[in-house]
Antibody
């Protein structure tokens, strides 16, 4: 079964760091575009980052320089390293699978909540 | 960066009504446009990709059209289970921006 399971969310103080993980099953992470999307409480969807199957990485301006997307091909896991966290980063973070070629996210994880607060 | 603007931000319609949501890109994106449905407390679900291609398993009452800068999502006959927020998203190049969402309710 194709599945994505996020973990690593929690409560962190402003300025702190957190690393989210997204374990994939049923497909190969390195062969696909993989995406992170977040949703602040009561707000809309915000695209955060994408890693192409060729390895290229791209970020929203709101997280550029603070967040890093990466993957571990040996265990089919996607990561999002989040540094210098701010209150406005508080959101549910979803990982999602795109396609082998450019394709929108069509398999989503259940999400993991990140709360940035003192 | 290309901005995605949806309208309306919310709508209320009766069961059986035809519902139309529009999404406008600030620059042409060819047909790299997707539509999502998100029910309260649930994960977003891909409905349509490439502006008009229905994702597998999505009811045929959903349809998409448009190219370039102007796109439309149509629900031909609104059903109670269609109550949700709908988002468009461009994915031709980063950033893969979402529209702000359209909340659909039953009158």
């Amino acid at each position: 079964e194709v599945q994505l399971v996020e973990s690593g969310g929690g409560l962190v103080q402003p300025g702190g760091s957190l690393r989210l993980s997204c374990a994939a099953s049923g497909f190969t992470v390195s062969s696909n575009y993989m995406i992170w999307v977040r949703q602040a409480p009561g707000k809309g969807l915000e695209w955060v980052s994408v890693i192409h199957n060729g390895g290229g990485t791209y970020y929203a301006d709101s997280v550029k320089g603070r967040f890093t997307i990466s993957r571990d091909n040996s265990n089919d896991t996607l990561y999002l390293q989040m540094n210098s966290l701010r209150a406005e980063d508080t959101a549910v973070y979803y990982c999602a699978r795109g396609g082998i070629t450019i394709f929108p996210p069509y398999i989503w994880g259940q999400g993991t909540m990140v709360t940035v607060s003192s | 960066d290309i901005q995605m603007t949806q309208s309306p931000s919310s709508l209320s319609a009766s069961v059986g009504d035809r519902v139309t949501i529009t999404c406008r890109a600030s620059q042409a994106i060819i047909n790299y446009l997707a539509w999502y449905q998100q029910k309260p407390g649930k994960v977003p679900k891909l409905l349509i990709y490439a502006a008009s291609t229905l994702q597998s398993g999505v009811p045929s009452r959903f349809s998409g059209s448009g190219s370039g800068t102007d796109f439309t999502l149509t629900i031909s006959s609104l059903q109670p289970e269609d109550v949700a927020t709908y988002y468009c998203q461009k994915y031709n190049s980063a950033p893969w921006t979402f529209g702000q969402g359209t909340k659909v309710e039953i009158k």
